[in-house]
């Protein structure tokens, strides 16, 4: 699955993590939070970014992410298989 460019992509992951493994060239909006910030409700996402699609190392935390934004109003979804599947689908993989 390829994001639509009204998707707004939220990467959980570091710095360092961000830094070793960037994400390919989309025309989406990416805005970096935390997993914290989103179990801490500090994380400052609204409706009016249209719809969500967290992405981390693996797809894990993503799942807990999305739910809790889904939890807090937002339309979230998770990306299966993290960075790596994301990657893959912008090659074609």
């Known amino acids: 699955m390829w994001?639509?460019?009204d998707v707004t992509l939220i990467d959980l992951r570091s710095a360092e993590l961000r830094a070793a493994q960037p994400l390919p060239a989309l025309p989406n909006r990416v805005l970096t939070v935390s997993l914290s910030e989103i179990e801490e409700g500090?994380?400052?996402l609204t409706p009016g970014l249209g719809p969500l699609l967290?992405?981390?190392e693996?797809?894990?935390r993503s799942m807990l992410a999305a739910r809790l934004l889904r939890?807090?109003?937002l339309e979230a979804t998770a990306y299966a298989g993290?960075?790596?599947a994301l990657i893959a689908a912008s090659l074609g993989a």
Do not use: E, I, L, N
């Open 54 to 56: 967290v992405v981390c």
């Open 82 to 84: 993290g960075v790596p």
């Open 58 to 60: 693996r797809g894990v």
């Open 71 to 73: 939890s807090d109003g």
């Open 42 to 44: 500090a994380h400052t």
């Open 3 to 5: 994001p639509s460019p």
